[in-house]
């Protein structure tokens, strides 16, 4: 069974700072992973999808890699400011189209 | 703007209440799904409808029932809920089910019960 795994659960820096996010999953046969932006009381944004023949993707501040041989993803958030605070979710397609997500992590970035 | 509109956005209800949440897309889409969000849990998927056919019942307590009368519109349906179903529940649509088609997010409705 597919499980995602998020670390750190909470993550805390000042602004202006690089910072990254991490994403786990145990089974390396998926078809894409996403990273979504969560903000309070709202739903998920897409913020990156990276098919799973990709190795990256880059949009703005913010680049997305996978190692699906690892089963890991990283989300790299450059130059951080306080709009960024949100939780950021990172989700797995798997090969059946159901997706599995990760808890999150929930970012602040303090002014 | 996502194009997925959820109603209520707040709902506080007794256990033995019955209500209902909606969710209506403007998108086109022929795929709905609905997600239950527990505080610090991963999303659950409950169900997915494809061309209003109900194609995903992730073994989903009964008192949760939903209803899709056209590909535009799904409900779910609430009765005599117990605390731990307190949560937000998001509702998604995506052009298919099926083709990996990215889904859209509405922006949910915060469950409480008493």
């Known amino acids: 069974k597919q499980e995602v795994t998020q670390i750190p659960a909470a993550l805390s820096v000042p602004e202006g700072e690089n910072l990254v996010l991490n994403c786990s999953f145990t089974?390396?046969?998926?078809?894409?992973l996403q990273w979504f932006r969560q903000d309070p009381g709202k739903g998920l944004t897409s913020l990156l999808l990276?098919?799973?023949?990709?190795r990256e993707q880059t949009s703005g501040r913010l680049n997305a890699s996978l190692d699906k041989s690892s089963g890991r993803s990283t989300l790299y958030i450059a130059a951080s400011q306080p709009g960024d605070s949100a939780t950021y979710l990172c989700?797995?397609?798997?090969?059946?189209?159901?997706?599995?997500f990760g808890a999150g992590t929930r970012l602040t970035v303090k002014p | 703007e996502t194009g997925v509109t959820q109603t209520p956005r707040h709902l506080v209800m007794g256990m033995t209440n019955k209500k209902s949440l909606k969710c209506e897309q403007h998108?086109?889409?022929?795929?709905m799904y609905w997600y239950k969000q527990s505080a610090k849990k991963p999303l659950e998927l409950m169900f997915v409808?494809?061309?209003?056919?109900?194609?995903e019942n992730n073994s989903v307590p009964s008192r949760f029932s939903p209803e899709c009368p056209n590909s535009s519109h799904l409900f779910l349906h609430l009765h005599t809920l117990q605390p731990e179903d307190s949560a937000l529940y998001l509702c998604?649509?995506?052009?298919?089910?099926?083709?990996?088609?990215?889904?859209?997010f509405g922006d949910g409705t915060r469950l409480s019960i008493l």
């Open positions: 998604a649509s995506s052009l298919n089910y099926g083709n990996y088609q990215p889904q859209h």
């Open positions: 089974d390396s046969a998926i078809y894409n």
């Open positions: 990276i098919q799973s023949s990709q």
């Open positions: 989700a797995v397609t798997l090969n059946n189209n159901d997706m599995r």
């Open positions: 998108l086109g889409h022929n795929a």
């Open positions: 409808y494809n061309f209003k056919e109900q194609t």
